[in-house]
């Protein structure tokens, strides 16, 4: 669950900056992502990009609202998407459909065969 500040900085943007450790230094890209009505945040990533070869040693983020907005701390956790909700899969698809995931059978597909991680944000 997102703390309330940070779920109503949310509205009206479409990335974050977000954080991954590396060597104890912090390393932050801008990303799109999906929230959920539950205060869930999900995040699609290339299997190969660094962020995730850093989240597979240590599960530690950090979300920011762009331009001095809040942040939150979590944990990524990675997901199946045939474990997901289809509402949420719905979501999903709708957001990164350019990648090549334009229907939940795709994004299935792409997780499956390891070119994208799909991970949500635990936050505590």
């Known amino acids: 669950m997102l703390p309330p500040g940070f779920e109503k900085a949310l509205e009206g943007t479409d990335e974050l900056l977000v954080g991954s450790r590396e060597d104890s230094r912090e390393r932050a890209v801008r ?3 999906v929230a959920t009505a539950a205060g869930e945040i999900y995040l699609f990533n290339y299997a190969y990009a660094l962020r995730v070869a850093r989240w597979r040693t240590d599960p530690w983020t950090r979300l920011t609202v762009p331009g001095g907005g809040p942040s939150v701390e979590g944990k990524v ?3 199946d998407p045939g474990d997901l909700d ?3 899969q719905e979501m999903i698809v709708e957001r990164w459909g350019m990648w090549g995931a334009p229907t939940p059978e795709g994004l299935r597909r792409m997780v499956r065969d390891g070119s994208h991680v799909l991970v949500r944000v635990e936050v505590p």
Request: hydrophobic share 80%; proline share 11%.
């Open 77 to 79: 956790r990675f997901v």
């Open 86 to 88: 289809p509402a949420v």
């Open 31 to 33: 990303v799109w992502f």
